[in-house]
């Protein structure tokens, strides 16, 4: 007799967005099988312990932005490992005058810090009275501070955040396409300082919370803790050293061919979910029956850094270290774009008596910079770090990452390469991108992505998945 058995879904990419994608579609019953290129998952997250220290390669926390991603942590099985920060470790510093400076958690706080001069604290009052930009020109997060605050803002609190979360430059990144909530809030509210008050009332009621507020989490053992557990959760269906070359419409669904730990072969799927990154999927062969161009994604820009992760004796450092970290303009003359105190955020990440310090260098900032040697790389980490936080001596621990293409930065015109993406998935049906490319860079952009995918292709597979005819 026969039956009829579903052809799986096809995910490329085992980072935490194709991650998360796959492991809901297989709760919902939705057969899948992820290809990853390398022997690993996670992508650009991965944790290591040695010698009493834990390193984070990329990123170090995931922000609880939305209730999803709690719900991610108890369905895979780790609301037990789950860490939250250490309550005294909220403090964020920016350097000016060459030093860390406390960053104002209230208005009181913001009036009377020495981070803003009196002209800055007078353009947060004005602002409310600036009028909005009504004819529809994409302004570059520069121009947009500019026009609502002044440069003080900009060069001081904005270049350091911009280099921060993307390693950019505030004068190439989109406002609408980078920080699409600030675009917004103006849009809606005519201010930002209006949208702070009012849009927090209505992300309550949402469940959301803004990423400036919301809960940090990691794991006991890093945040690697979470994509292994899902891959144990996935089973077989995880492919490792799985490289997918060519992507083929067929009548049937899709055809993949791809080297399968070194043997050619095609593979038959009723969907594919590209959840990789943008340069490798512009060249990626893709054969549909409408001539679908994936050439320009290529054009999106992925900046180097190199993080450089250092543990140091803790009488060897002179700053407290208490807080989430620091970051730094570039109009302070610095190399290191900002440092991590991984220490003081989470138990276990040192030794008894020692800090973890996490910098990175390079960026849109310095570009030449990662890709030199990693002592040099450590040398010039240390040579900031003892002006800044005033360290001595040598540390006790190191680590270096290289990431050549590191994060995609959202510069202004990047809607084109969106609305491309919802064109080929209009046009191609069964077709589906996600990640940090698409959907945001931060990790909790990249679960909410994955998250959204999964629901966005069950829905699809529930429209009438192709079939294949087995032997029972």
């Known amino acids: 007799m026969q039956r009829k058995v579903k052809l799986p879904v096809a995910v490329i990419g085992g980072g935490i967005t194709g991650l998360t994608a796959a492991f809901y579609l297989h709760r919902q019953g939705v057969p899948v099988t992820l290809y990853e290129a390398t022997g690993r998952v996670g992508g650009a997250v991965r944790s290591v312990r040695q010698g009493g220290f834990l390193a984070e390669f990329g990123p170090n926390t995931i922000l609880e932005t939305s209730p999803r991603i709690g719900q991610l942590i108890v369905d895979a099985g780790l609301q037990s490992r789950r860490m939250n920060p250490d309550p005294l470790a909220s403090a964020r510093y920016v350097v000016r005058y060459k030093r860390p400076i406390s960053m104002p958690s209230s208005p ?34 520069a121009e947009f501070v500019l026009r609502r605050l002044n440069r003080e ?8 955040l911009v280099a921060g979360v993307y390693a950019g430059d505030p004068w190439k990144l989109s406002v609408p396409q980078a920080f699409p909530k600030l675009a917004q809030l103006e849009a809606r509210y005519g201010s930002l300082i209006k949208g702070q008050i009012f849009g927090a009332r209505e992300r309550a009621k949402r469940g959301e919370i803004s990423k400036d507020r919301a809960p940090k989490i990691s794991f006991d053992e890093g945040l690697q803790v979470l994509p292994d557990a899902l891959r144990r959760l996935l089973g077989e269906s995880v492919r490792l050293n799985a490289i997918v070359s060519g992507v083929r419409q067929t009548e049937e669904g899709w055809e993949l061919a791809l080297s399968d730990r070194g043997e050619e072969r ?15 999927l512009a060249v990626l062969k893709l054969e549909t029956r409408g001539r679908l161009d994936l050439k320009p994604f290529g054009e999106i820009r992925y900046p180097p850094v190199t993080s450089v992760v250092l543990g140091f004796k ?15 303009p570039r109009a302070e003359n610095f190399k290191i774009l900002g440092t991590i105190f991984s220490s003081s955020l989470f138990p276990n990440r040192a030794p008894e008596g020692h800090v973890t310090l996490t910098s990175y260098l390079g960026g849109e900032r310095y570009p030449e910079l990662p890709s030199m040697p990693p002592d040099k790389l450590c040398k010039m980490t240390c040579d900031d770090l003892r002006v800044l936080l005033g360290v001595r001596g040598e540390p006790v621990f190191r680590n270096t990452v290289y990431w050549p293409k590191a994060i995609p930065q959202y510069t202004v015109g990047y809607g084109r390469y969106r609305q491309l993406m919802n064109d080929y998935e209009e046009r191609a ?44």
Not at 111 to 139: N, Q
Not at 153 to 160: G, N, Q, T, W
Not at 441 to 470: H, W, Y
Request: glycine share 10%; charged share 20%; aromatic share 12%.
């Open 429 to 472: 049906p069964g077709l589906f991108f996600a990640g940090h490319y698409r959907d945001g860079i931060s990790l909790s952009d990249s679960i909410l992505s994955g998250c959204k995918a999964a629901e966005r292709i069950g829905a699809f597979v529930s429209n009438g998945v192709p079939q294949a005819t087995a032997q029972a």
């Open 153 to 160: 803002f900009l060069d001081h609190a904005i270049d350091a």
């Open 266 to 280: 095609v593979a038959q799927h009723s969907a594919v979910l590209y959840a990789g990154t943008a340069f490798k």
């Open 314 to 328: 803790r009488e060897d450092v002179a700053h407290p270290a208490q807080g989430f970290g620091m970051l730094i």
């Open 108 to 141: 009181l706080g913001f009036f009377t810090t020495r981070l803003f001069t009196s002209g800055a604290k007078w353009a947060v009052l004005r602002e409310p009275f600036v009028p909005r930009r009504t004819d529809g020109k994409e302004e570059s997060v």
